[in-house]
């Protein structure tokens, strides 16, 4: 398939390949973070996360009507002010769903399963019935849109390099929080030995509502930034569910580093393989590898060394 | 849902009503002039005379079905259908019926789910023994209720443009299969832009992979080349290694039959890279008005689509169902190619009723071929014996606003040909 190109068109073609794999891999981190807190952390097999990503896409939605409506100076950074919105609402959701369902099934991790799958198909029946059955437009500021050019050939999308730069920034944000910070300490803890967390004096039952709500709300998150790569429909949560729990089952589920790395070959193998194979041969090929690594493997990628 | 809600008589043309009413009364009159006056009609075509088979026919009533998902996935596609369905009913019902009968309707929910849409189907056909049904929109879901309607002898007036390799006695194809919008476009686009080398791309099931079929040997039989062919799973969002793909081969076509969630996907991402659709040709086969809602018409402004039917048409027939359309469901709604399809569906079924003097179904389906639709937003439409539809092919230019610009239309009607010989 290359004959006929110079070696700077391959190059360049190259690089921006390379590219694509890195937006893809900040795009699974994207997605996969906030599962990771909830199912690595709490073991809480939450089927619902796709909806609560599109319930900050919905945020950017409304947000974006009202803010070019009401006040269109500011529009061109409306983007942050949806972000920040769309994680208290996909966070608020969170915690008053850890109050009234998930905290009765904590020991029952296969019945949070059923209870989520429900919840999700709630969500997106309420989602079609208040934003109607089709989907969305969301209208991005300009300077979302379009590439940059950083040489003749090569050119980056700028949604991409934003995508890659919220990844990186929240990244950060939940390792200080989970690994640095006193209340992640208490997480740790009481997902280690609740019992014991609990005689020690941390209130466990505040720790799991706001463990859950800060995943939720990363999700909010997630899916507000891929309003500018996909569709905000009532049911465009399920295009991401399959892939999110690949990543974070694969990487091994309670650890945030495993998540990363996993998220990593996954999106480097599939975004070489879409270049070199079709499309559909690359998933298969992606899918077949996750699953013969996880028989050899089945605890994932990384494992945290904890005492039983 | 209940039907009562659409045989109030509401008026729907939106003439002045002085006007509407001198208009009703020379239509009342017209029967009268030729054969009979109006009220006798239900009695000069005694029940038992127009329905030999138990179908749920009284002297003032006629029930028929819609099937179409209003929950799940596919409920986004689904809905301009059944809007399209009802509304046609209410118009066909404020005429006066059909054969002097009150449509009344009973709406079904196939819940984006084959197994639910063949269930529904059998309810619809042996407890409600409703006289027609319009609905279906996937592959799929035709296929799951095709033996529901031939076993139980049942008529289904299906709306999707789809892949054609089908044919029944039981189903009028009243959206084009695949050739009819194919060989047209492909056609222009290498008159008019010069093409030479195609790259196709779709998502991966049965409807782009017979289209791509069609199309990439009609390319090859004019010396053309493919340099690219690709599909990826239904729901894929990421399409950026492709969109490094397209940029390497430089085709002088994109040529894009990608569906639902993916689509979206896919012009945002292009966008992104850098692809400006102004520069780079791009056909689509699957992006109608409706798509452009949820895409947004920024993202793909440039593009051509290559439909049987745009909301932008300019005829007289067009302008009455927009308005009459907007009027029903609200000025923001849009229409698009395969509802405007679903609105042909109820007409043909009253215009065949008419034409066998008989509800019944096997007469009906005999008596369907060369059944003429003046009417019909997309111009004119006949019925062919296979049970689809002669209808024109035309491109459209895809405007920022959503709307699409029609740049071509065929002359002549395209004959339906759901079985090519030399594609297959």
Redesign the interface.
Known sequence: ?FEG?SLA?LGS?FA??G??GL??FS?FVLMALGLAIIFGQMGVINMAHGEFMILGAYVTYLCSNVISSTVPALFPAYFFIAMILAFFASGALGMLVEWGMIRFLYRRPLDTLLATWGLSLILQ?VF?SVF????????LPDWL???V?VTDTI?V????LFVMALTIAITVVIYTVMFRSRWGQGVRAVMQNRVMAGAVGINTEKVDRYTFGLGCGIAGVAGSA?T?????????G???IVDTFLVVVFGGAQSLIGTIASAFTISQA??TM??FL???TA?VLTLLTVVVILMLRPQGLFVLKVRR | MSSDKFDAGKPVGGLPSPLRRKLLLGMAALPAVGLLPRGALAQALPTDAVNTTKLAVTDSTVKVGILHS????M??SE?GSVQAEKLAIAQINEMGGVLGRKIEVIQEDGASDWPTFAEKARKLLVEDKVAAVFGCWTSASRKAVLPVFEQYNGMLYYPTFYEGLEQSKNVIYTGQEATQQILAGLDWVTKEKGAKSFFLIGS?YIWPRTSNKIARKHIEMKGQKVVG?????L????F??????I???KPDVIYASVV??????FY??M????IDLNKQVLMTISVTE??????????IAGAYACMKYFQSLQNPNNEKFVAAFKKMWGANSVIGDVTQAGYLGPWLWKLTVEKAQSFDIDKIAAASNGIEFTGAPEGYVRVHENHHLWSKTRVGRARPDGQFDVVYETADLIEPNPFPKGYQ
């Open positions: 398939m190109y068109e073609i921006m390949q590219f694509a937006i893809l795009v029946q079609r109607g059955a089709r989907e969305v437009g969301v209208v849109m379009g590439s050019a050119e999308p700028i949604n991409g891929f500018m790569v996909g569709s905000t429909g009532p049911t465009s399920q295009l991401y599939q975004s879409e270049f079709s499309g559909s998933k | 209003t929950t799940g996935t409920a986004i809905t991966d062919e690709e599909y990826f799973p729901g894929h969002t990421q950026n290694s492709v969109i490094n793909k940029k390497l081969t639902g969630g993916s689509n979206v996907a945002k991402q966008k992104a890279a850098g409706d798509e452009m809602l949820g895409i947004g018409g920024e993202n």
